[in-house]
């Protein structure tokens, strides 16, 4: 096996590991807010300061190296991003059951194309922007707003995967010059404090039992998935590895209906087929560009 064969499938492999625990992490959230009451705010603090406490080794073992950055504004904004999403997503699968919140962060790729456009200039194309559409109208028929069935609290997983996507513009634009570990203890770094101001904001709250015991795991299991997730974008392109990311929406339908017994209603299939197939589509796109780039090259 080639260097390069054995890159694209350790990214491969940390991709579907990435996808896995992040499942596994949801699940806990879900059981943590929406059986055992713990305040979203609350639950997203726990995951993410225990998680800086599981991350602590990593930057003992590098010393104030781990923190050296020439990109401190990129990390701000990143931690910026991220902790609104995570905010609007903790508080979506405290209210909506995980294989609609998981199809609907599905659409973050197509807020990526127009983040990228709109912040970085890159030319979208027909193709994308016709995928993009596509992508939207899958999540509508999830949503299904025409219906009595229809909540406004369905909205927060796609306002998650909104600043998601800027998340992952802004990682994608680290990964450059940053190192895996140093982005992962960033993130947890400028998390933490604001989320602490958010969860007193919110009265607070001491988890015990059960719930300190899933928030715990989640700590654990964030801290392997961001890792993971930053690792295959550093061995692969984004349109290699993308495929991969989509077996997220199986893994999560698997812990949620395994965990809570939640199975999905006949209007997410279409509309996750609509928003898998779009993404697909806009990864062709990528493959192609990314072909004539190299073309353009050897001449």
């Known amino acids: 096996m080639s260097a390069n064969s054995r890159k694209s499938l350790f990214a491969a492999l940390a991709m579907i590991g990435a996808g896995a625990s992040f499942a596994l992490v949801n699940g806990a959230l879900q059981a943590s807010t929406m059986q055992l009451g713990v305040p979203s705010t609350s639950a997203a603090f726990w995951q993410y300061a225990l998680g800086l406490l599981v991350a602590l080794p990593f930057v003992l073992r590098r010393g104030l190296s781990a923190l ?86 369905a909205l927060l997983p796609v306002g998650a995967a909104a600043f998601w996507a800027g998340t992952s513009l802004v990682t994608k634009k ?66 290699f590895v993308q495929p991969f990311d989509h077996l997220k929406l199986p893994l999560n339908i698997a812990v949620g209906f395994f965990a809570f017994g939640f199975a999905p209603s006949g209007a997410f299939w279409p509309g996750a087929l609509v928003i898998v ?22 001449v």
Do not use: C
């Open 68 to 153: 050296k950055t020439r990109h401190l504004g990129w990390h701000l904004l990143r931690g910026g991003l991220a902790v609104v999403g995570i905010q609007l997503w903790v508080a979506g699968l405290s209210l909506v059951q995980i294989w609609q919140a998981i199809a609907l962060v599905m659409t973050s790729p197509f807020f990526v194309i127009i983040g990228a456009k709109l912040f970085f200039g890159e030319r979208v194309g027909p193709v994308r922007w016709l995928a993009t559409i596509a992508g939207f109208a899958g999540g509508m028929v999830i949503l299904e707003p025409w219906t009595e069935a229809f909540s406004w609290a």
């Open 174 to 239: 680290l990964t450059a010059t940053e190192e895996a570990d140093s982005i992962t203890v960033y993130l947890l770094l400028l998390l933490t404090p604001v989320n602490a101001l958010l969860a007193l904001g919110d009265g607070g709250i001491m988890p015990s039992g059960p719930a300190l015991w899933l928030l715990a795991g989640a700590a654990v299991l964030t801290v392997i998935a961001n890792y993971l997730l930053t690792l295959a974008y550093q061995k692969a392109d984004a349109a």
């Open 277 to 298: 197939g779009a993404s697909l589509i806009v990864m062709l796109d990528e493959q192609k560009r990314a072909s004539r780039r190299e073309t353009l090259a050897k």
